[in-house]
């Protein structure tokens, strides 16, 4: 069956400081990957996504970057965080093969800015 | 940018009872699909339902769609406490993967 996972769980970092959110799933090839992030209080914003190695896609300019080294992981970066960064980041997988059907989200991360 | 907007944004009823959360969408899509959080956890998927489909069924859930009023409802029939979570729905359009979420609904149900 196939899982993916995230980490770290939660994360408190300073203004300024750089940010890397690890996503890797398992059980699957070539998926389709997401990069999610919802506010306190809101539905999901999709910041980045992946249909293969190297190939990624921003869907809203800012302070944030991805990179796919390896087919099942999704790597979500910053060089200097900013106070509106704070959020909880959810990485997502949907087959490659079935691109209009469900996605499957992990656990997610929990990102404070101070 | 966010398409679907739920309604209620807050909801409140018993054990037994029926929930209905509605969604709305602006353009035309592949299909519509409901997810559940619960508090601090990821998002789980559902039910979809196609744009050529008008109603659903899986377990205790019931979806309906209507796109020419670009709205979706989904009914939670003899709810439980379990049941208490955010409920959102994300539309998929024919132009790329990525989904569109509301702002979800956020249902109590008491014991």
């Known amino acids: ?114 | 940018s966010q398409q679907g907007e739920e309604d209620p944004q807050a909801l409140s009823i018993q054990e037994g009872e029926n929930a209905t959360m509605n969604c709305s969408y602006k353009t035309s899509i592949n299909n519509l699909q409901w997810y559940r959080q619960n508090s601090g956890r990821g998002l789980v998927h559902l039910i979809l339902i196609r744009s050529n489909e008008r109603e659903k069924h899986s377990g205790r859930l019931r979806v309906t769609l209507d796109t020419s009023k670009k709205s979706s409802s989904l009914l939670i029939t003899a709810s439980r406490a379990a049941d208490t979570a955010s409920y959102f729905c994300a539309t998929n359009s024919n132009s790329g993967y990525a989904l569109n979420f509301g702002k979800g609904t956020s249902l109590l149900v008491t014991p």
């Open chain 1, 1 to 114: 069956s196939q899982t993916i996972h995230q980490w770290p769980a939660t994360l408190v970092q300073p203004v300024g400081s750089p940010l890397s959110l690890e996503c890797t799933v398992e059980g699957t090839s070539n998926p389709n990957l997401y990069w999610y992030r919802q506010a306190a209080g809101r539905g999901l914003q999709l910041l980045f996504y992946s249909v293969g190695i190297g190939q990624i896609s921003s869907e809203v300019p800012q302070n944030l970057s991805a990179s796919r080294p390896q087919d099942r992981q999704f790597i979500l970066s910053s060089k200097k965080l900013l106070l509106s960064d704070s959020g909880f980041y959810l990485c997502a997988w949907s087959a490659r093969d079935r691109p209009y059907n469900e996605q499957f989200f992990g656990p997610g991360t929990r990102l404070t800015v101070l």
